[in-house]
């Protein structure tokens, strides 16, 4: 079945810093590919997408590539700040509009 | 359109009571999934409605746990009999026909004691 395996946390960073966030997945076919952001206690936010092979995702700053070859998904962020203290969830639809598939979520601190 | 509406935010329940929990989903959105997100998590699959027909359920949900979406607007999640390891972030999202983004409400957290 599909999986999303994502770096363990939690990562603590200082202001500035320059931030990666690993993800790697298993899925047949061509899934689409989300980095979701969920501060404490409230929902999730799609933070940016992809929807195929050596597309980038961006916004706020943050970016990530769609890796076929090596079936990855990884965050970056060039300068961080304490604004960005959150969980980050990658994740998965194996087509269009199909459940999402999560990983299990990195939680990032950023010190000023 | 004020995005995904979930209510109430927040339940405690006794173990052994029935729970129900509404999800109103953006109003063009035809499609509607829910998730159950544990401390520590990522959210896992529960349910998925295209209009009012429920397409797809996954093992988690027992026989203790039922959703609809009766007009295919917004969605009810019941749960009989809860368990104290039915303590979880319910999320409920939802998404337009066709490749669009995953829209997810704030959540309704349910406590079982």
């Known amino acids: 079945g599909n999986s999303v395996t994502q770096m363990e946390g939690p990562v603590t960073l200082s202001e500035e810093a320059f931030l990666t966030i690993n993800c790697t997945y298993t899925?047949?076919?061509?899934?689409?590919l989300f980095w979701y952001v969920q501060y404490p206690g409230e929902g999730l936010q799609l933070l940016l997408k992809a929807t195929k092979a050596d597309d980038k995702g961006s916004n706020k700053g943050f970016e990530a590539t769609y890796r076929k070859e090596t079936t990855s998904f990884h965050l970056e962020k060039g300068s961080v700040q304490v604004s960005d203290s959150a969980v980050y969830f990658c994740?998965?639809?194996?087509?269009?509009?199909?459940?999402?598939?999560f990983g299990e979520g990195t939680q990032l601190t950023v010190n000023p | 359109d004020t995005g995904v509406s979930q209510n109430p935010r927040h339940k405690i329940t006794k173990r052994g009571q029935n729970v129900t929990f509404r999800c109103d989903p953006i109003s063009e959105h035809n499609r509607l999934y829910w998730y159950r997100q544990t401390l520590g998590q990522g959210p896992e699959f529960l349910t998925y409605f295209q209009n009012e027909a429920q397409l797809e359920k996954s093992r988690l949900l027992s026989d203790r746990f039922s959703a609809e979406r009766p007009k295919g607007s917004f969605s009810t999640l019941e749960i009989q009999r809860t368990e104290q390891g039915d303590s979880a972030m319910y999320l409920c999202?939802?998404?337009?026909?066709?490749?669009?983004?995953?829209?997810f409400g704030s959540g309704t957290r349910l406590t079982v004691v």
């Open positions: 999202a939802s998404s337009p026909q066709g490749a669009g983004g995953y829209t």
């Open positions: 899925a047949t076919g061509y899934p689409s």
């Open positions: 994740a998965l639809s194996a087509t269009s509009g199909s459940r999402l598939t």
